[in-house]
């Protein structure tokens, strides 16, 4: 498999950068955070208040916009920060 081009690399920075702006705006927080395990291909997601919201709460807000993706990760993982 052949390295990612710098656009490439670009591009997908700006696809997470969007996403977690999106999850920021929809869980109404004013910090976030995030990290990418690259050798599992997980997102992990802290979110400013996430713990005001029950875990029902947060499928529900979360799952529209996780199903828009169009990123490669096995997994994303949202964390209380």
């Known amino acids: 498999m ?12 700006e696809d997470v950068e969007f996403l977690i702006n999106t999850l ?4 109404e ?6 990290f990418i395990d690259e050798q ?3 997102l992990y997601v802290k979110l400013e208040g996430l713990n005001d919201y029950a875990e029902d ?4 807000i979360a799952a529209p916009v996780l199903s ?5 990760f096995e997994e994303i993982i949202l964390l209380p920060l």
């Open 29 to 34: 927080s004013t910090d976030a955070q995030f």
């Open 68 to 72: 828009e993706l169009d990123l490669d």
């Open 24 to 27: 920021k705006a929809s869980f």
């Open 57 to 60: 709460e947060i499928e529900e």
């Open 40 to 42: 599992n291909e997980i």
């Open 2 to 13: 052949s390295e990612p081009t710098e656009d490439e690399i670009k591009a997908f920075v």
